[in-house]
């Protein structure tokens, strides 16, 4: 005769669900950093199109939901990943507030200066939490998140740089390619995982 099944022995993946691998630290951090590269992307799209992009609420808000999805992702990945847990849970959310408050400003609900307050103060707690859990291991582990602290705080800068000037090709083309090189810093970090 069978054994009883038992609710905790049912809900095992439920209350181990950390201890299970669906995706390991490499591959976590490839799609990561193709999310970045991807956002990149479609930002200079948005700046080599101009107003055209606008028109379709969907283009719209590209960016901000692949962002809110990245961070949501995070929040997925520190529940799965056992390394670093608590840093992908504090950086998802500055992502999911960033582009939520990107999608706000788009949709004209409150001004950008209050989209960029989200979006730069979440870039720099994920600056300083790399630099406060990710700085210790081999030079070239070391090295590449410190690059990626570099590229964040680049990005964030040029965030506020490009604000100033909405319209401008040129500053939406220089922050599209930080978030680029901070795909690409992303990608790399995956192979010294």
């Known amino acids: 005769m069978p054994a009883v099944l038992h609710f905790s022995s049912l809900a095992w993946p439920l209350l181990h669900i950390g201890d299970l691998r669906f995706i390991e630290p490499a591959e976590s951090h490839h799609l990561f950093g193709a999310g970045f590269l991807f956002i990149g992307a479609v930002m200079a799209l948005e700046g ?8 379709s609420r969907l283009r719209t808000l590209t960016f901000p939901a692949i962002l809110v999805l990245l961070g949501w992702g995070l929040i997925f990945v520190s529940a799965v ?8 849970f504090s950086m998802a959310f500055p992502m999911i507030a960033g582009g939520w408050a990107e999608a706000r400003s788009r949709l004209e609900d409150f001004p950008r200066k209050y ?16 630099l406060l859990f990710h ?13 990626l602290v570099v590229v964040a705080v680049a990005v964030a800068g040029l965030r506020l740089y ?10 939406s083309l220089l922050l599209s390619g930080a978030v680029m090189a901070l795909g690409a810093a992303t990608w790399v970090d995956a192979f010294f995982q």
Request: hydrophobic share 45%; aromatic share 4%.
């Open 115 to 130: 989209a960029d307050v989200f979006i730069v103060a979440g870039i720099g707690a994920a600056g300083l939490e790399t």
């Open 48 to 55: 080599l199109s101009g107003r055209v992009w606008h028109r």
């Open 135 to 147: 700085l210790t291991g081999p030079a070239p582990v070391v090295a590449v998140h410190v690059s």
């Open 162 to 171: 490009q604000s100033a000037r909405q319209q401008s090709l040129a500053r």
């Open 81 to 88: 990943e056992p390394r670093a847990r608590v840093v992908h």
